[in-house]
Structures are given as structure tokens and as C-alpha cells.
DNA sequence: GTGGTCTAGACCACA
DNA sequence: GTGGTCTAGACCACA
């Protein structure tokens, strides 16, 4: 499971966390039962402080996403995944039609803010290979 | 001018405002000497306090698209409408960056996004008539 | 680092903790890297209220003087002191010629004025122990 | 009798025309009994509002420098010459005073500072023929 | 009426 | 603990 954190994009660190986990659940690359990585070593591959990390921890417990086991760590709860995909949708979906809001009430045209999309689309997915950096950035 | 303010886009008001000024001037709905409108005003029609929309002029001063006439109040600069045009660009667009990053990396196709994307801009752009937000959709 | 605030000599207090800060930069007294004092400390220190501190911050970021890092504080930039140097320059001699010109003006002498320059200046580095104003002169 | 107003040097307006008005008394340019010029005149001559010209002028009634003679307009005392000769000192002083505080605070030599000094002095005073900008240069 | 500055105090994310 | 943002409200100079 790989992180990528952005401190500037608008949406808190701790948030940026929460929402990695949960999409990590719905692509099923963490699977119900499984633990999530321990928030020291997330702080240290992240270089973030582990109360920022336990803080995104304690937001998917109080969500029904993870569950404390004593004295082991955090797992991905039974029925967890259904949850994951459909809050991916709406997070998603939520953050572009925000940005896409804002493109339209800038004065460009639905045209050229499509170009733009497809543009990042673009650099975004071709990606042949493996990123090299693991902390994050996708990169072209 | 319209403004439209989402206090919880992950934008800072101030920030907000400062973007639709210069939208404003790259549109050519505020021009070259024109005046904005008051602090005072803005503060009442966005029901916002006043130091966060004087907050907001300091930063478009500073940044050389506004000048204060002593006593009258905020006047757009002779070539500030170039600057916006390129401000616009990068503002639009890195917001764009950052929201479909994480559509990427959330594990969705690029098809799935573009298809999100698509029926959020007809949705925004679809406006025969009433506005479908209520907060205030720039019109002109 | 001391600072020396004067509220009523006409420029702002805010303004005189940007000046004074590139002025502690340009000597070398803070250097690259090293962290300013705090907000809070500084609010203390001077009886200043934190939002004024905040705003001479905010512009000494905006400048590129200073660079906030996260939780921690702002730290002084890299490459500023050369910037803090010109700026110091500049900050003092405008200063000092608009005084000067007030004085030209006033019908005073260019000897008139020499001499109460050299006055002030006497006064003002005549300090081996005591300083001579009780409000605050920067030791160091 | 001429005036030179800076928007920008942090004296206020009102108070930079009291201040000229002071000098001139204390040159002996404006004499007991003699009239100032009338507020419109100043107004327009100086392109500034008429409100500010008044309060200047009602400062220095309060001041006891000038008094107001019914349907004429405003005439310099008697006695306020000796007045405006100490006060043009005083005010000539102490905005010397605060700059070179400043210069000394910023880490400048004495030197350095009365080299500064001697230039602005020099370029002040060295006007053989015609004052290069119209708006200002005290003529005597 | 206009903006500019300052204070007081709150809440937030982050370390 | 750190800075960043926002609100509320005051006073000032200027038009």
C-alpha cells in the first residue's frame, strides 16, 4: 500500500490518510481482517507525525472501517469494503465537481476545461512501469 | 459580479475571493480602472466578516491587481488583465491536477473519470434559466 | 534578536517587525535556517497583539524572507539575507530622506540640520552600558 | 507660499499641511495679519479634498496659530511666529530623531548613516535653476 | 461613504 | 507547543 501526500492540496493531512485507507479497501488491495500499517511506520515512510497518523486512525475507527485488536494493531473490519467503494465515489466525485465548479465559473469553456482533464489524464496514467519514488507521486 | 463562496471546499475564503477577482478581470467583466466593489459591500452581500474580504484586497494588491484611491476605494490596474489571464490558467488547472490525482490514485480508470467529469460539466453548464445551485451561480 | 516598536512614529507596527527582522537578517543575527521567534512570544514580548505579529509574518512569507514549516514555526529562508541587506538600504535611506526633505523644507539650513543629525547620532551610539531611552534600545 | 504633499511618507495629510503652514510662519513667507490661502484654493492647488484642508486649518486654530476673521477667512495671529519657530524644531527634530533611530537599529554605522545623510542633503540642496518637479519644491 | 490598522478571541491542523 | 484562518468590533485618515 503506497501513500502519496500532498501538505498543500487543501485537504488535511489526516484526511489525506483516511481517504488513501479507504480506497486501499475498496480496491481490495487491503482486505478485511488484514492490519493497516502501524502509525510509526506510516510516520516514518511518510515523515508525518504519528498524532496526524493516529488521528486518520482514530476517524476510521469511529467510522467502522478499522478495529483495534489489543496489543496487535488495526484490521480492516468484515464488512468494511462495500462502505469503502461507495464513499470513494462520493469523495471522488465531490472533489471534482468542486474543482470543475470553480474551471467553469473561471470563464473557460466546458471545452477547454475538458482539454485540461484530459491533458492530466494523460500525464497521470502513463505511467509504464513502476513509480520510482515510493513515497508518492505518480509519476509520468 | 458574482461571487459564489463554499466555506468548506478546502479554499480559503480569502482565497476565494481573490481567484473570482481575477477571474472577474481575465473575463473582462472587471476592467482597467474600474472599481471593485466595497469591502463593506462584499462583507454584506457574502455575509463575510470584513477583514477576511480586506484580506483578500491586501493579497490582490500586493500581487499588483489592485491599487487603493485614497478615500474611494479599489481601482483594477492599467495591466493587470494579462496576469489574471495566465493566474486563471494555473489556478483552474492545478486545482484540476490535484482533484484528478486523486481520482487516479484511488483506483478508478480514467474512463469512470472522465465519465464523472463529463456529467459534472453538463450539469454545471446546463443552465437554461435557473441556476441549480442556490448559493450563486455567476450568471453574466 | 530584541525589537523596539515605537506605535506612534508613523509607521506601522506591523511594518516595523517586517523591517526589524530583515534588519536582524541583514546583520546576521538571524540566519538562514533558524527559526524566528514565535508568534506568541513575540505578541508577549512586545504587548502586541498576535494577529499584528501574523501579519508581519505573513508578509515577510509573501517576500520570500521567511517559510513557514509546519507545527514547528518559520524558519529564515535560505537566500534572504543578501535580499535583506538591499532592503535594508532602501528602508533606512527612504526613511531618512523624507525626513530630511521635511526639514529642508521647513527653512532650516543644510548646517541647521547636520548638526542635529550629528546630535541624534551622538545620542543615539553614546550608549557604553546604559541605554539612553527607557523603551527599548536593541542591545546585542 | 507652496506646499509638497507625499500620500506616503507617514505623516498624514492634514498634518503635513499644518506643518507647512507652521514653516512658512516661521520663515517669515506667511505674516502676522496675512491671510492664508482659502481652503478651495488650497483644495485645488494641491488636489486634495477640501475636508482635509479644513481639519488642518481647524488644528491650527486650535493651536492658536491662526484664527478666522468673519467672511474673510483665516489670518496668522500676532504672536504665533516665536510659537511655530520652536515648533518647527521640535517637529523637524523629533521625525530626524525617529529615522535615525531606525538607521542606527538596523545595524548601520554612524558613518554609513551621515554619508547617507550628507547625499540626500547635498541632493536636496543642490538646485541651481529649476526644481525638477513641478508639484512640490518649497521655492523660498 | 472609502480602505488601513489594530485588538480580542476563537477554532483548526499539525508536531 | 506551532502557524493559519476567521469573526467581531473599534478607531483613523481621507473623499
Redesign the pocket.
Known amino acids: 500500500m503506497f501513500f502519496s501526500i500532498d ?1 498543500h492540496n487543501g485537504v ?4 489525506q490518510i483516511v481517504r488513501q485507507i479507504k480506497f486501499g479497501i475498496a480496491e481490495g488491495i487491503l482486505k478485511s481482517g488484514q492490519m493497516v500499517p502501524s502509525v510509526r511506520m506510516l510516520s516514518q515512510q511518510l515523515t ?2 504519528p ?2 497518523i493516529n ?1 486518520a486512525f482514530q476517524t476510521l475507527q469511529q467510522e467502522g472501517v478499522l478495529a483495534s485488536v489489543r496489543g496487535q494493531g488495526l484490521v480492516v473490519l468484515e464488512d468494511a469494503r462495500p462502505r469503502c467503494i461507495a464513499d470513494r465515489k462520493t469523495i471522488v466525485s465531490d472533489r471534482l465537481q468542486s474543482a470543475l465548479t470553480e474551471a467553469i465559473h473561471s470563464g473557460l469553456s466546458a471545452e477547454q476545461i475538458e482539454s485540461l482533464v484530459k491533458n492530466h489524464l494523460k500525464a497521470l496514467t502513463k505511467r509504464n512501469g513502476v513509480p520510482t519514488v515510493a513515497s508518492a507521486v505518480p509519476q509520468e
Chains 1, 2, 3, 4 share one sequence.
Do not use: D
Open positions: 501538505p488535511a493531512i489526516y484526511e508525518i507525525n498524532n496526524t488521528r
